[in-house]
Nanobody, 125 residues
Framework: QVQVVESGGGLVQAGGSLRLSCTTSGLRFDDLDMGWFRQAPGKEREGVSC????????FYQDSVKGRFTISRDNAKNTLYLQMNSLKPEDTAMYYC??????????????????WGQGTQVTVSS
């Protein structure tokens, strides 16, 4: 009954941009911390960017700082990840995830319990 659905992935050239979107159902969106995670084949899943329930606290992995921007529109129950200046090393399956809001400012994958199916991002060189 709980669904997390992300979209917006695709194939782009290095230096290009993509915007990922995520929506949830069966959950109260403004009661959720949200995050974007990625996993490449044979590699560990890592936190890319996270945002707390109200949008006032964000986290970015060092490798994406200055290039990616996370945001949310609680009125539209939607989470976004704007990805600019994409690099081949950004290639991965990107997942949206949610957790019931809490006060710990962590973007660790293990703290998120509701996951989408993933959307593939491929950046060609």
């Amino acid at each position: 009954q709980v669904q997390v659905v992300e979209s917006g992935g695709g194939l782009v050239q290095a230096g290009g941009s993509l915007r990922l979107s995520c929506t949830t159902s069966g959950l109260r969106f403004d009661d959720l911390d949200m995050g974007w995670f990625r996993q490449a084949p044979g590699k560990e899943r890592e936190g890319v960017s996270c945002i707390n329930w109200g949008g006032g606290r964000t986290f970015y992995q060092d490798s994406v700082k200055g290039r990616f921007t996370i945001s949310r529109d609680n009125a539209k129950n939607t989470l976004y990840l704007q990805m600019n200046s994409l690099k081949p090393e950004d290639t991965a399956m990107y997942y949206c995830a949610a957790r019931r809001s809490w006060n710990t400012p962590t973007c660790a994958p293990g703290t998120y319990g509701y996951w989408g199916q993933g959307t593939q991002v491929t950046v060609s060189s």
